[in-house]
């Protein structure tokens, strides 16, 4: 962070969702490649802000990012619950066609990812949570300090909230290089972009979550649990118990940042980030069935998901297996192909050959032909 960090906030775009009779959601997608990464805001940025630190995520991945409800672009709902958030995640991938991102949550978002990602786990590929306020501790902190900022929003509007979060989020060194005009530069920013009301009812509604070690338990996905080593949220201690306590997690402390690590050393962020991706990106092509090709694997799954119920499929060599040895009816063809549609976001033409359905890697072959740039690659086209 430079000492006066220069931030671009500007709406480049009109684009809006309906995910309620009430609700339209403002969002973004940076990137035309690769895996999806959705960004869930904290309760005090906009999307925007996202573009200042995912400039090289957004080379290498679908970067999509939105305002909450009560938030920048998206509409204002005084009448809300914390669920609102957890169900505005799903349909907005739901308006997209989104059928599987990795999530990306910060400070109270984490909550959203984490119930989220508890909620429908058949969606979420991987976790990233950026300075989470869902620890392993019962809240007591968090609820404190929830409160704190309510009666400072309540008591002196926006710009007493900012000198209390000032105060809490930012490390000392990134306090330092910042300076006076950093902090007024911020101050001048965060007033101007958040009304008061709005954002008190999002404050409200994160005082619904609940806390505690056996939330953490839910989550099942690959996570990176990516800390701040000045984050008074967190320590050696809770740190090392989150790893124990989801299933699949990674710890890594960022050194002098604080709670907002993204913020404080985006490269730093970047590169953790997209390190962790690239690693589950390489775990799916080591465990692929059917060799180094993900599109097969996931061709392979879809099709065991047609025939559940049916005994005959080889455990090993399906690529290659042709379809019509293994009995595969017409209702269930159509549903195969109906799923690589729905799961692939691909759209099958009228005049494609019969020959190319004759096994999963002809149909691989076929959809890398004519829909490439929306479908995973070998980790050997992927160095090409």
């Known amino acids: 962070m430079t000492s006066a960090p220069t931030l671009d906030l500007r709406y480049t775009a009109e684009r809006t969702l309906?995910?309620?009779d009430d609700t339209e959601l403002y969002y973004e997608i940076q990137g035309d490649q690769g895996p999806y990464l959705t960004l869930v805001n904290n309760f005090f940025i906009i999307a925007p802000m996202w573009r200042n630190f995912t400039a090289e995520l957004a080379r290498h991945n679908r970067v999509l990012t939105y305002d909450l409800?009560?938030?920048g672009a998206s509409s204002v709902c005084p009448d809300m619950t914390w669920d609102d958030h957890v169900e505005d995640l799903r349909a907005l991938l739901d308006g997209l066609g989104i059928e599987r991102t990795h999530l990306l949550g910060t400070s109270a978002s984490g909550f959203i990812c984490r119930d989220f990602a508890a909620r429908h786990p058949e969606r979420v590929d991987?976790?990233?949570?950026?300075g989470p306020s869902c620890t392993p501790s019962d809240g007591i902190r968090r609820r404190a300090t929830e409160r704190a900022c309510i009666n400072s929003l309540e008591?002196?509007?926006?710009?007493?909230?900012?000198d209390h979060l000032y105060?809490?989020?930012f490390s000392e060194k990134a306090m330092r290089e910042m300076g006076a005009t950093g902090y007024l530069g911020l101050r001048s920013a965060f007033t101007a972009i958040h009304p008061p009301d709005p954002m008190l009812t999002n404050l409200r509604c994160a005082t619904q979550v609940t806390d505690g070690p056996q939330q953490l338990t839910r989550i099942k996905q690959p996570t990176l649990l990516l800390l701040g080593d000045k984050d008074e949220m967190w320590n050696q201690d809770l740190g090392a118990q989150a790893g124990r306590l989801i299933e699949d997690c990674e710890v890594q402390w960022m050194h002098d940042t604080g709670h907002l690590p993204y913020m404080e050393d985006p490269d730093g962020f970047q590169v953790r980030v997209q390190h962790f991706l690239d690693s589950l990106a390489a775990r799916d092509a080591a465990v692929s069935p059917d060799g180094e090709d993900p599109l097969i694997a996931e061709l392979g799954a879809l099709l065991r998901e047609v025939v559940a119920d049916r005994a005959d499929l080889p455990e090993t060599g399906l690529a290659d297996t042709p379809l019509n040895s293994i009995g595969l009816e017409s209702w269930a063809f159509t549903q195969l192909l109906g799923r690589i549609e729905e799961r692939l976001s691909v759209e099958w033409d009228m005049d494609v050959p019969p020959?190319?359905?004759e096994s999963l890697r002809t149909i691989a072959g076929h959809l890398r032909?004519?829909?490439s740039p929306t479908?995973?690659?070998?980790?050997?086209e992927s160095a090409q």
Not at 126 to 130: E, K, M, N, S, V
């Open 126 to 130: 991987g976790l990233i949570l950026a």
């Open 375 to 380: 479908l995973p690659t070998t980790s050997q």
């Open 167 to 169: 105060s809490v989020v």
């Open 155 to 162: 008591l002196g509007g926006t710009q007493a909230l900012w």
């Open 355 to 357: 020959e190319v359905f």
């Open 69 to 71: 409800r009560n938030q």
């Open 18 to 20: 309906r995910v309620s």
């Open 369 to 371: 032909a004519h829909h």
